[in-house]
């Protein structure tokens, strides 16, 4: 009878949480797709900021910028959070060609990688040797290695689903490349970009020099897979071809930025702290509107939609844009050094930081019954075709917050065009749909206003949910 | 026992298939992504032929080049099937100004919609009453709308998740505007373009006179969004301000044209047929690259998966390229009446014509209990991140198939960007993404496979999946 009872009550009690939940998400939905304000704020982040690589001017601008916008929002807080962070600038545009015989070259497009160092000033020319990652090169003697440039190009997988996973199982070539190539006696690598399509542009990403010294380091560059292509194709018809490559690229000293952070104070527990957030620098190349203009001014709405929404948060709602997570990701570590020095008890964040598309779902770090309580939402979010629900990671400038208590969360859009934009000049702004980028910020905002209003604290504060 | 016995036969039986049915699915996308052929023969429909209006010139290139492409995938019968098509044809570009004074005027960008009459050869200058639909139209009296130019207004509905929907709750207005306008007294109509994003492109589209006689006909056109928001706002300011519209398009004698057609004859049951196609022709303003190439070369692809995946269809596979599915349906019709002339058995058939877009499920036309079988293989589709399997409609050009008995089905495609190209200038091949059309083709060609080798005749014939 007891049994029955609370049956009753739960079932009870869940119809009318149900349809108050279904009715707050149609209600954020709707208020993204016909009065969002995401698209616009990328906008102006794109076309009138532009690239936002750490330490530049454009990256000021944008703290300025995004900082004065939060606090047309009249939130309870709006502040910098001072950080320092690494200068890299690209210099005068790179230039490399292949040479078959004197006088007879080919040009190729490429890019330098950030943190490279640049070439010699007249350039580098040498011999190439093709290899398909980092293990095939460190099986090869030095001999074979010494005085060429070391050209690795493994491409990404097709036939995976998922991009990021094609990713993954890549980018160690561009990251760890010049450092290995380095140590066998290369005079420079290059790599072919992280792009599952074929096209003329080079995609510049991070890379490391690990413990190489200064004085050891060789400069590394991303070519377009289409000269990729191209290159690995002459190199089977003449091996003693030369590739020439120039970049000025250089490594300045720190210079002070910040994170740009908004919040809603919580209303019963202002103490528990839940982060939404991009990242706001970006590369050099395009204008940053994908990787990550979209996860910040998404983020930003996801406060702004919970206001027009008539959502009062009973927890502590803070925006973080981020600063530096592309080449560094001081931003993200200084977030969560302050939140330690603080005490404060983030219970859940979220990070926008894998494109402006159709959103799908989520991914989610964190203890097994706190997701799986998660995971119990999924059907509220199934008009909006959200389906994607699984364990997995979050985000780069949210992973210094984890805990074994909390949970992190990432926003996983549909990722089938992500790479090709990802860190090349055509991540603009004409690539971001607005209906695809107002979707993301409801299907965050929805999710936001769910852990906010339940908690994950407890698996039997609130009534279950039947299966 | 015997139940225990039937179970325990049923669950190894259904593991094996399971295991089996994954491992096909697996190479069938893969092929797509690594060997797929749909995005080069898409290239060549696009780029080389280009918009495929019924009865034009283009439109019997791409029947000659689609039946020579798939005779080279050594099917077991490739044919023509005579239809005889309308042509419309679009004369001179349209041109059209809002005229505030005498002397001051501002260009709007107008197109004819397909079916429409020209204007007088001097164009057409009038007034605008402007409208939010065919019921307010009809609610005004003659002396309100005769003389004048009837502009049907009303937008998409944005906050609508699946934009077909959308554009169902619109798309009264340019099929039947001119019609109502016309009894009205109206001079000519105008419609604003279904299309949510605001942008400068008018949309064209079919549209219907009814049984209005010929001497009774308006000129009926598209306007951008962005102009109708233009002439809208310079309405409220004032109402006596003229719109000028001039087109030259014209309603010709019907011509000869074909349905492209190939098949696999089944190995045991060649008497059931499988159909799967899109259509062929297109609007003229753009490459007709997503409406529907798209669906053209993921239905031709189709096949040849099958083949390259090592799948001998035990029932017969058709690939169907309609004609004429945009204004007149003639190629869809003609395909079921030989098909009733013949006694033909058509079990099944799916439509792709929503796009090349990121797929993510169907919708099924069909008995219950055939559909519920359908669903239970929505399992095997959740490492594709394929997740959408609804009842519903399937596509205009198999409708005419429909039995009380058999199962129609549509892909269903991420529909977000759709509506930003369809019928439009920019419906080009450089908005399709190689890898969204793949994932297409591999979707539509898992599904056939299933429905081929499990049949759906009746649901106690194969092992039940268990729940």
């Known amino acids: 009878m007891k049994h029955l009872v609370l049956f009753i009550f739960c079932s009870l009690t869940l119809g009318l949480n149900a349809q108050s939940d279904a009715d707050y998400l149609k209600s954020i939905y709707k208020n993204s797709l016909t009065n969002g304000q995401s698209y616009q704020w990328l906008d102006y982040l794109s076309n009138e900021i532009g690239g936002r690589l750490s330490g530049s001017l454009n990256a000021e601008l944008a703290v300025e910028y995004t900082k004065t916008e939060l606090e047309n929002l009249d939130l309870d807080r709006v502040w910098l959070q001072p950080v320092m962070v690494p200068k ?10 292949i040479q078959t015989a004197p006088g007879k070259t080919i040009s190729v497009n490429i890019c330098a990688l950030g943190g490279s160092v640049a070439t010699p000033l007249q350039g580098v020319k040498a011999e190439v040797i093709e290899v398909q990652g980092i293990e095939e090169l460190k099986a090869l003697d030095r001999k074979d290695v010494e ?20 990713y993954g199982g890549c980018v160690d070539q561009r990251y760890n490349g010049a450092e290995e190539a380095g140590k066998l006696g290369a005079v420079a ?55 020439y490559i120039k970049q000025s690229c250089r490594q300045l000293g720190d210079v002070q930025s910040y994170n740009v952070i908004g919040e809603i104070t919580g209303s019963e527990f202002p103490d528990e702290i ?5 990242h706001l620098d970006s590369w050099d190349l395009g204008d940053g509107s994908h990787d990550d203009g979209a996860g910040c001014v998404q983020s930003m709405d996801v406060l702004r939609l919970l206001k027009i929404s008539g959502i009062t948060p009973k927890r502590t709602i803070r925006v973080v844009l981020f600063m530096n997570e592309e080449n560094g990701l001081r931003g993200g570590n200084a977030y969560a050094k302050e939140a330690t020095r603080k005490g404060e008890n983030h219970v859940f964040a979220l990070e926008s930081d894998s494109g402006g598309f159709t959103p799908r779902g989520f991914t989610f770090d964190g203890p ?35 805990k074994s208590t909390n949970v992190l969360a990432g926003l996983r859009p549909d990722s089938q065009r992500y790479f090709d934009h990802h860190h090349a000049a055509n991540d603009t702004f004409d690539a971001v749909n607005k209906r695809e980028l ?6 965050m905002t929805s999710l936001i206003y769910l852990v906010d209003k339940y908690g994950l604290n407890s698996i039997e504060e609130i009534p279950q949910l039947k299966d």
């Open 88 to 97: 890299w600038v690209r210099g005068t545009p790179e230039f490399s060609y």
């Open 147 to 166: 005085g060429k440039i070391v050209f690795f190009n493994r491409p990404m997988q097709a036939d995976l689903i998922l991009t990021f996973e094609a």
């Open 189 to 243: 690598m290059i790599v072919r970009s992280m792009n599952l399509r074929l096209d003329d542009l080079p995609h510049t990403g991070a890379m490391s020099y690990g413990n190489t010294p200064v004085s050891k380091r060789i400069s590394s560059s991303a070519i377009s897979t289409n000269d990729a292509e191209k290159l690995s194709g002459m190199l089977k018809i003449d091996s003693s071809l030369k590739l």
């Open 274 to 278: 839940i982060t939404v957030g991009g």
């Open 368 to 402: 097994d019954y706190k997701v799986d309580r998660i995971m119990r939402w999924k059907p509220l979010f199934e008009p909006y075709l959200i389906h994607y629900f699984k364990k997995g990671g979050s985000g780069a400038d949210i992973g210094p917050l984890k």
């Open 438 to 443: 107002e979707l993301g910020a409801a299907t």
